[in-house]
C-alpha cells in the first residue's frame, strides 16, 4: 500500500466532506433553485470522489512498487516537491488576495505556477496568467455580477 496517497486522499475526502457540511447550511434558493450551495457542492463532491479512488489506488498498490520510490529530492522534476510548492503558493494566495487584490494575484500566481511545470518563454507565460486573470474577472464582475477583491487596484477598477 502507498501510504503517502492514500493519507492524501484521506485528507482529501475530510476536506471535502467538511466543504459539504459547510456548503449544506447555505441558503436555499427559492426562484431557480440552483442557490450558493450548487457549485461548491458539486466541486466537494468531485474532490471526494477523486480523493476515495486515490485511497483505492493506493490501497491497492503492491509494497514492493511503494517502497521503490526514490527519496525526495529538492527539485521541479519530482511531483511531490511542486505538489508542496502548489499547496504553499495557494496557501500565500489566500493570504494576499485582500490586500493586494484578485487581478494581480491571480496574474502572479498563474504566472508561478505555469512556471514551475516548465513554462520558461515569457511573452506566452505573461499573455496566459493576464488573459486567464482577466477573463474571470469580467466573467465574475460584469456578467455575474459577483464582486472580487479590488485590493491596490480599487480606485481604479470601481
Do not use: H, Q
Amino acid at each position: 500500500m502507498n501510504r503517502a496517497n492514500f493519507v492524501s486522499g484521506a485528507i482529501g475526502v475530510a476536506v471535502g466532506g467538511g466543504a459539504l457540511a459547510g456548503a449544506s447550511e447555505f441558503p436555499p434558493d427559492v426562484v431557480m433553485n440552483v442557490g450558493p450551495a450548487f457549485f461548491p457542492s458539486m466541486l466537494a463532491g468531485m474532490l471526494v470522489l477523486a480523493s476515495a479512488i486515490l485511497m483505492v489506488g493506493a490501497a491497492l498498490e503492491p509494497a514492493a512498487a511503494a517502497e521503490a520510490r526514490a527519496p525526495l529530492r529538492w527539485s521541479f522534476a519530482d511531483g511531490r516537491v511542486r505538489a508542496a510548492v502548489t499547496v504553499a503558493a495557494v496557501a500565500g494566495f489566500t493570504l494576499v488576495l485582500g490586500p493586494l487584490g484578485f487581478i494581480p494575484t491571480s496574474v502572479l500566481f498563474l504566472a508561478g505556477m505555469m512556471a514551475m511545470l516548465g513554462m520558461r518563454r515569457p511573452l506566452p507565460l505573461l499573455a496566459v496568467s493576464v488573459g486567464v486573470t482577466a477573463a474571470i474577472w469580467l466573467i465574475f464582475e460584469k456578467l455575474l455580477v459577483l464582486s472580487l477583491p479590488a485590493g491596490i487596484l480599487d480606485s481604479l477598477l470601481y
